[in-house]
């Protein structure tokens, strides 16, 4: 298996890179909503980033000491996609305590479509007509998915409309890592740096709800499970997953980077129906379809034309 993943090209070995990270943000979900059971967003936010910061810089300092020393200047590279990453964890997390693990993962799945119009804005990419088509599309879904097209039964709440935000957050993340990602020198240290810069970003939003209600650091029943929860955040989404992200994006186009949501959302529902026990009922699939199908349309518009698929 390790051998024939060697002779992968370097682009094939980016999309398993995706996949990989996919079913573990997929499965972040669970672990958000159990953490929450005994931690306040903002007290999740730091004790993930801060032991994830801590444990990257470790590793890279007793076993990979050169390049500890050599990558010191992917920290000003990492700035704003720190920023940016700190302000999309922080709204999904907090989406979370009024929303459900598939809404939340199919909402913030909508990056895909809106990466070419950020594209446009910031970059002046050409928006081909088809981007419209597809950005509606996702939209429209979203409607089916939140209920919104039955009046009387109105459901988009104040969960869903904090993740929407997470959903523009992250495509900005995206951007970021994506007009950096070839001068940085090392994707693990990048990924370290920009979970400081995303801690850090947290740390007036902890202050405030710790002064303001009353809330413990480290609370005082905590449950195994939410103790399991922060550790695989912090190790293996944080440190593992972001860093399959950066790495991936040295050789994709923030589009088809992009695809991860592709992966992420229905690993996601898959944890939720196995583990959680949630459904959805036909309108609302009708609507994940949507949106799933106007993300792959989306990346397949924008596919490189000169890398073997």
């Given at each position: 298996?390790?051998?024939?993943?060697?002779?992968?090209?370097?682009?094939?070995?980016?999309?398993?890179?995706?996949?990989?990270?996919?079913?573990?943000?997929?499965?972040?979900?669970?672990?958000?909503?159990?953490?929450?059971k005994d931690f306040s967003t903002s007290t999740l936010i730091f004790w993930r980033f801060g032991f994830a910061f801590i444990l990257g810089e470790a590793?890279?300092?007793?076993?990979?000491?050169?390049?500890?020393?050599?990558?010191?200047?992917?920290?000003?590279?990492?700035?704003?996609?720190?920023?940016?990453?700190?302000?999309?964890?922080?709204?999904?997390?907090?989406?979370?305590?009024?929303?459900?693990?598939?809404?939340?993962?199919?909402?913030?799945?909508?990056?895909?479509?809106?990466?070419?119009?950020t594209s446009y804005i910031f970059y002046k990419k050409q928006i081909k007509v088809s981007h419209i088509l597809c950005g509606a599309v996702a939209f429209i879904g979203m409607a089916f998915l939140?209920?919104?097209?039955t009046e009387q039964d109105l459901n988009f709440n104040t969960g869903d409309l904090l993740t929407l935000g997470c959903a523009f957050t992250s495509t900005f993340h995206i951007m970021f890592v994506g007009s950096v990602a070839n001068r940085v020198k090392n994707g693990f240290r990048f990924n370290t740096y920009q979970t400081f810069w995303a801690f850090l970003f947290t740390l007036p939003f902890?202050?405030?709800?710790?002064?303001?209600?009353?809330?413990?650091?480290?609370?005082?029943?905590?449950?195994?499970?939410?103790?399991?929860?922060?550790?695989?955040?912090?190790?293996?989404v944080?440190?593992?997953?972001?860093?399959?992200?950066v790495v991936a994006q040295k050789k994709l186009t923030n589009t088809t980077a992009s695809l991860l949501c592709l992966l992420e959302a229905p690993?996601?529902?898959?944890?939720?129906?196995?583990?959680?026990?949630?459904?959805?009922?036909?309108?609302?699939?009708?609507?994940?379809?949507?949106?799933?199908?106007?993300?792959?349309?989306?990346?397949?518009?924008?596919?490189?034309?000169?890398?073997?698929p």
């Open positions: 298996m390790i051998s024939q993943y060697r002779g992968f090209s370097e682009y094939k070995k980016a999309v398993l890179q995706l996949v990989l990270a996919g079913s573990i943000w997929g499965l972040s979900f669970i672990c958000v909503l159990w953490a929450l590793i890279l300092f007793l076993f990979y000491r050169k390049s500890f020393y050599d990558s010191i200047s992917d920290m000003k590279l990492s700035f704003w996609s720190g920023i940016a990453l700190g302000m999309s964890l922080l709204l999904q997390t907090h989406g979370l305590h009024y929303t459900t693990a598939t809404k939340s993962s199919f909402i913030t799945s909508l990056y895909v479509v809106l990466i070419p119009f939140l209920n919104l097209h902890l202050t405030y709800e710790m002064t303001t209600q009353n809330i413990r650091l480290w609370p005082e029943t905590v449950h195994l499970s939410s103790i399991l929860s922060v550790l695989f955040l912090a190790i293996f944080t440190l593992v997953a972001f860093s399959l992200q690993f996601a529902f898959m944890f939720a129906f196995l583990i959680l026990g949630e459904k959805l009922v036909g309108y609302q699939i009708v609507g994940i379809i949507m949106i799933l199908g106007s993300s792959c349309l989306s990346v397949f518009i924008d596919r490189p034309q000169d890398r073997s």
